[in-house]
Nanobody, 122 residues
Framework: QVQLVESGGGLVQAGGSLRLSCAAS????????MGWFRQAPGKEREFVAL????????DYADSVKGRFTISKDNAENTVYLQMGSLKPEDTADYYC???????????????WGQGTQVTVSS
């Protein structure tokens, strides 16, 4: 099993920045990809960004390209999501996920954190 714990969410004004962290523990050798997803009230969970263990593959949703940056610290088993130029439509619960295949589909990830809330005020 892999345990994922997100942190860093909060309330920020539009145009501001936040950095989310996702710390992994347990069988951390059992995944090769880590992703960030988000879910706004009344909406489906959507892909935000992913990064492979080696960092050779990084992908972003079109809605966040140029504003968000995903990175990792393998030594600390931690993945980060630096979010900038935040918009009210970025308001959502943000989830970290780990899996073995490179995919933007939530169903492709076996392990999930509990989520951290991000609220962007206008």
């Amino acid at each position: 099993q892999v345990q994922l714990v997100e942190s860093g969410g909060g309330l920020v004004q539009a145009g501001g920045s936040l950095r989310l962290s996702c710390a992994a523990s347990g069988r951390t050798f059992s995944y090769d990809v880590m992703g960030w997803f988000r879910q706004a009230p009344g909406k489906e969970r959507e892909f935000v960004a992913l990064i492979t263990r080696t960092g050779s593959v990084i992908d972003y949703a079109d809605s966040v390209k140029g504003r968000f940056t995903i990175s990792k610290d393998n030594a600390e088993n931690t993945v980060y999501l630096q979010m900038g130029s935040l918009k009210p439509e970025d308001t959502a619960d943000y989830y970290c996920a780990a899996g073995v295949i490179i995919t933007t589909q939530a169903a492709g990830y076996a392990y999930w954190g509990q989520g951290t809330q991000v609220t962007v005020s206008s």
